[in-house]
């Protein structure tokens, strides 16, 4: 008997049009609510590029070369999470043997919750161009660059939170997105 009792009046519940309305506020409201935890950054092409010249030059030394990489000129390839970096590379070889060359450098930007921040990751030598040293040594010149520039760049953050902001601090937990739009770098955060 009391069960009857109710399951009638859940089935009351459920099919009075306020209830239906008052269950589609109570929706509303949540996805907005949701949408308050959400938190947009844009980088510039410029901005980025002002920090990734705080990180040069990346020197990697061993016994048998030095290799240094500078004026680093940064662009962001439309319509993915990747970044692309142009630069100047200088090898002092054992013996006294000097070269300069170009090479460029791709990389995609991961995000660490824990930290709030950015880091470059991943980032591989694509080009390489080297006149004054025989073609031969280039993979060897290629391997000491990408392994100076690996420690480098994916160890220092390109953009950090600020713990002093409250929409960041909130936002820090989940990376939602993150794609480059008209040169810009949108990354999407939120707690849902």
């Known amino acids: 008997m009391i069960w009857r009792l109710i399951r009638t009046g859940e089935r009351f519940m459920f099919s ?8 589609i506020w109570l929706l509303l409201l949540i996805s907005q609510v949701s949408l308050a935890f959400e938190y947009t950054l844009e980088f510039t092409e410029p901005q980025l590029q002002e ?3 705080t990180m040069m030059p990346v ?3 061993t016994m048998m070369a030095t290799i240094v990489v500078d004026q680093a000129k940064l662009k962001l390839i439309e319509g993915s999470d990747k970044l692309s970096i142009a630069a100047k590379l200088s090898a002092t070889l054992l013996g ?16 660490n919750a824990k930290e709030g ?3 470059l990751k991943d980032p591989e030598i694509v080009a390489l161009d080297i006149k004054e040293i025989p073609p031969r040594f280039h993979a060897q010149i290629k391997e000491l660059a990408q392994k ?8 220092q953050p390109v ?34």
């Open 117 to 119: 921040a950015f880091y």
């Open 59 to 61: 020197t990697k030394q």
């Open 96 to 111: 006294g043997l000097k070269a300069t060359g170009d090479l460029k450098v791709q990389g995609t930007l991961s995000y």
């Open 16 to 23: 009075t049009p306020f209830t239906k309305a008052c269950i």
């Open 148 to 155: 100076g520039l690996a420690k480098k760049l994916s160890h």
């Open 159 to 192: 953009y950090k939170l600020k713990d002093d902001d409250m929409k960041q601090n909130l936002a820090k937990s989940m990376l939602k997105s993150l794609q480059v739009k008209n040169k810009t770098l949108i990354a999407t955060l939120g707690l849902f």
């Open 51 to 53: 920090k990734i010249s």
